[in-house]
């Protein structure tokens, strides 16, 4: 069995998504989904290990990433559009079901395919990012804020003031971030600070600061964080986001009501009954699940829920990938066990 990564695409009248992938071609097949402003190879350590186990594995670059097609509108990153991206992958693999995992905003992406496309889904697991029936959208992010931390008079939007940056100023938070790539990705990728915990998140203050990184205009020249990405894996991220820019990753953030509207078609009311996996990143400030009531939701609309923590910020399957991978396998054997190699 070769462990190499390899590349292949999938190629419709309406997207084109590159993939990475790892493991046999008859094997159990695991589908990872990164999100904001990653990569395929944000699952580098995930693939050759669950690849060695017999799984079939697969990280595509999402809509707007890497090898994928970047389209030009900010609608075009509606969840809709790109749930069917992803479905167009599902049958270009020859398959019929997978297990999802997702991430940042790969999960909405995930949980969209479970709640629409059930059949499709042997199961799904997600990190950081928890689900929300009704719609991973502002109006359903800020009833969940934990005042105690964000007091409303002072931050109204508590962490998720960044996202009323990107609707308000798309064009400025773009221009930070592509000032200098190279710097952004260093600044952006770091570990998490067991010590922030119950301490405002840099995100909540965005619009009071005029923008991302301080309202600076572009990133700090910080030092590489080498807990989360090498080298290497520095220069492929920000090889990547020059050639393709930030305008499509943004676009994500800028679909609130084509998403909950779509949110709200789900059958049976968007409730869940697969095996689900939702990993918590103890020493993440922007989606905090630890102490403030952001997985509720989730768990009221799980019948078979299993949950664990990762002490970790939020790029948690490339600073602690042991601890995660560690939690995939225990979960897909006691809990998906049909969908195990051999």
Not at 131 to 141: A, D, K
Not at 237 to 266: C, I, K, M, Q
Request: glycine share 8%.
């Amino acid at each position: 069995m070769t462990l190499e990564l390899r590349e292949g695409v999938v190629r419709s009248s309406r997207h084109t998504t590159a993939y990475l992938e790892c493991g046999p071609a008859d094997g159990p097949l695991l589908i990872f989904l990164h999100g904001w402003p990653e990569l395929a190879i944000s699952w580098r350590h995930q693939l050759p290990c669950f690849a060695a186990t017999g799984f079939r594995c697969v990280a595509p670059d999402m809509r707007g990433y890497g090898r994928s097609t970047v389209h030009p509108s900010p609608g075009d990153y509606a969840l809709e559009a790109i749930t069917a991206d992803m479905l167009e992958l599902l049958a270009g693999l020859g398959r019929e079901r997978a297990v999802w995992i997702g991430h940042d905003w790969g999960s909405p992406v995930a949980w969209s395919l479970a709640a629409h496309h059930a059949g499709r889904c042997l199961a799904v697991a997600n990190l950081c990012v928890p689900y929300i029936p009704e719609g991973f959208t502002l109006p359903n992010l800020l009833p969940l804020v934990d005042r105690r931390t964000y007091p409303e008079a002072e931050y109204p939007a508590g962490q998720w003031d960044y996202q009323f940056f990107y609707l308000e100023k798309p064009e400025a938070a773009r221009a930070a971030f592509e000032a200098d790539v190279d710097a952004t990705v260093r600044a952006l990728f770091r570990r998490g600070n067991p010590a922030a915990r119950g301490k405002p998140g840099r995100t909540a203050t965005i619009r009071r600061d005029g923008g991302w990184f301080g309202g600076a205009g572009r990133a700090p020249d910080v030092p590489l964080d080498e807990a989360v990405l090498t080298p290497a894996d520095h220069s492929r991220y920000v090889a990547a986001l020059t050639r393709t820019g930030f305008a499509g990753p943004d676009s994500w953030y800028l679909n609130h009501e084509a998403n909950a509207a779509y949110a709200a078609r789900a059958p049976d009311g968007g409730r869940l009954a697969m095996p689900v996996l939702f990993l918590h990143a103890a020493h993440d400030t922007t989606c905090e699940t630890m102490d403030s009531a952001l997985a509720t939701p989730m768990r009221k609309a799980c019948a078979d829920l299993t949950e664990a923590v990762v002490p970790s910020g939020h790029w948690m399957a490339q600073e602690r990938p042991a601890e995660v991978n560690a939690a995939l396998a225990r979960w897909l054997a006691q809990r998906v066990p049909g969908a195990w190699p051999g």
